[in-house]
């Protein structure tokens, strides 16, 4: 990685990182051609405070220029960062606290950055003060390193147990860069942008790193910043003239709420036609709902073709199949029935095979568990002795799945696997179809299974449907039906409180602890006066949160308005100051 940095000291002096702190206001710009000198400075300010060489740092990895050098200066000083999740204002302490003690315990880090997030916050560790803002060393030389070095740890999505810390050495870093980059055949002209935190393997790899290999420009905002407006993303990707991003399906699930309720003018002013490819990956795609989404913005440009759904994990950086630039999307049925989307082939670096629940190797169309073998994959999990891939080299994913003409379909997760009447389904597949139920609030419906019952867990955005519970028990159980062919019990279908469905810092489910939860009687239902007591703190979070965004949004947007208008009042002028349509 250092290599591909001091390569940016001769980067075109237009190109490099755009950090926005929202989607209105302009971005802190640095040129690719400070990167050098800015990890140099960093280095060198860690070095004065005692990290040496395979020291351990926890890394709470937030959006920004502080945390991004000082992520990439003890990369230069041999220093190990441990990437994790920042403190977020609205979690709890506690929780949080116990996270890092974890960390500091397992893996004897007892440093850690001294982020903003963690301001006021009691800490197991020892605080290591961010560099200085805009340091630099000019004409300073990266370090050579060996293609064996660790270059970070980052960690699994921990949605099965606690996050696992994956070991990603310089080689296996560089060789998933090449992978993705070749694949996806972006230039040093093109512009991407992400908002994916970067304590997550698609945001850090394929957000960040990727751009710095290319050189190209990277429009790089807050992950909050999607939340609260995303309607302002897709006006950046307009305005910008974005080539790609990397998204979780999740974003197009959110997105589409907001883009529904807009105007058919409004949708039209965007101009979406220079995005060539989009990543898609992280979670089951809603294949329905990304109908709709292509459907919704075709008047602006957006190509059918966009998508790049592809498949991935933290044990091999990253990237291991894609869809390619310019194939549609490509959907089947799967052996079980369900509809299944095409990952694209394996990327050649990676052999991949499908082992049957009886131990057999699958053929064409026969859904087994994915093993892997090669390419950037990492031989154990960070400080484990226990090798990660089996006698034969193969690592068993614990995704399930099957090929079709040498394509990879990923149809679910061992531990989501639900058995019917001897028929294999998957939790998100009742849950999509949960969801599409206008009053179910998207992303918040868990379905498992307790002792062969099927129960569904799900938050609703409306006291109505409280209010009339067996006719909205009675949808569920109908959408179910007509989707997955699956009958439901009415009392199983569950509307709960908010808040109660445990997720991984990546936003996937954590099935198992949510079924503990359940079988301990720990998830509450949910009456409708307790329902809009949640619905006014949500509410009232949001205001908190976004009040700042949206003043700015409206300003700037008031602004943009009135220079417009402006501009049209000049355009009618004659010269001399005559107005062209009379006295």
Not at 256 to 274: F, G, I, N, P
Not at 402 to 430: C, H, M, P, W, Y
Request: charged share 25%; net charge neutral.
């Amino acid at each position: 990685m250092l290599d591909i940095i001091q390569r940016l000291e001769a980067a075109d002096p237009r190109r490099g990182l755009f950090l926005y702190d929202d989607f209105i206001g302009p971005p802190e710009v640095v040129p690719y051609r400070e990167f050098p000198a800015r990890v140099a400075a960093a280095a060198e300010h860690f070095r004065a405070r005692g990290v040496t060489p395979g020291t351990r740092v926890v890394l709470p990895f937030e959006t920004s220029s502080a945390v991004i050098f000082a992520f990439l200066g003890l990369m230069e000083l041999g220093a190990v960062p441990l990437s994790v999740k920042p403190y977020i204002l609205s979690t709890p302490k506690g929780p949080y606290r116990d996270f890092l003690a974890r960390i500091h315990e397992r893996y004897g880090a007892s440093l850690v950055l001294d982020a903003p997030s963690l301001a006021g916050l009691e800490l197991p560790l020892e605080r290591l003060p961010l560099p200085p803002a805009g340091a630099t060393r000019a004409g300073a030389r990266l370090r050579e390193v060996a293609p064996g070095e660790l270059a970070f740890v980052q960690f699994s999505s921990g949605s099965t147990s606690f996050p696992k810390g994956v070991p990603v050495t310089q080689e296996n870093l560089a060789a998933n860069l090449r992978m993705i980059t070749r694949h996806d055949r972006r230039t040093s002209e093109d512009r991407v942008t992400s908002w994916l935190p970067l304590y997550h393997d698609m945001g850090l790899i394929g957000g960040l790193l990727t751009c710095l290999a290319v050189g190209n420009d990277l429009l790089l905002s807050q992950p909050a910043s999607f939340l609260m407006d995303p309607v302002g993303w897709f006006e950046l990707i307009s305005s910008e003239k974005v080539m790609g991003s990397v998204i979780p399906n999740f974003a197009i699930d959110y997105a589409l709420k907001t883009l529904k309720d807009l105007d058919a003018e409004a949708v039209q002013r965007l101009d979406l036609s220079r995005v060539r490819s989009i990543y898609l990956g992280s979670e089951p795609i809603n294949i329905p709902n990304l109908e709709h989404f292509l459907a919704l913005l075709a008047p602006c440009g957006l190509r059918r073709d966009v998508f790049m759904p592809c498949y991935g994990m933290a044990e091999t950086v990253l990237m291991v199949a894609s869809v390619p630039p310019g194939q549609m999307v490509r959907v089947i049925t799967a052996p079980n029935g369900q509809p299944a989307i095409s990952v694209g082939r394996p990327l050649t670096e990676f052999e991949v095979r499908l082992r049957a629940e009886d131990g057999r190797v699958c053929g064409e169309d026969e859904m087994g568990e994915i093993e892997l073998r090669g390419g950037s994959l990492a031989p154990s999990y960070f400080l484990d002795d226990r090798p990660l891939r089996g006698e034969d080299g193969y690592y068993a994913t614990g995704d399930l799945g099957f090929q079709r003409e040498g394509e990879l379909f990923i149809t679910g997760r061992i531990n989501d696997r639900i058995k019917v009447n001897g028929q294999s389904f998957f939790s998100a597949d009742f849950e999509q179809a949960v969801e599409r139920l206008s009053f179910i609030r998207a992303g918040r419906t868990a379905v498992i299974q307790v002792k062969g019952r099927l129960v569904v867990l799900a938050e609703v955005n409306h006291p109505s449907a409280l209010e009339r519970m067996e006719q909205s028990r009675q949808q569920v159980c109908q959408s179910v039906l007509e989707s997955v062919g699956v009958t439901l019990a009415p009392q199983d279908v569950l509307f709960i409180r908010y808040g109660q469905l445990q997720k991984t810092s990546s936003g996937k489910l954590q099935r198992r602890a949510i079924t503990e939860a359940y079988e301990q009687g720990r998830i509450r239902t949910v009456t409708p006066m307790e329902l809009r007591a949640d619905l006014f703190q949500m509410r009232a979070q949001r205001l908190v949160l976004g009040s700042v965004m949206v003043a700015r949004q409206r300003g700037r947007r008031w602004m943009a308005s009135g220079r417009a208008a402006l501009s049209a009042g000049l355009r009618r002028l004659r010269p001399g100051g005559q107005r062209s349509d009379g006295p």
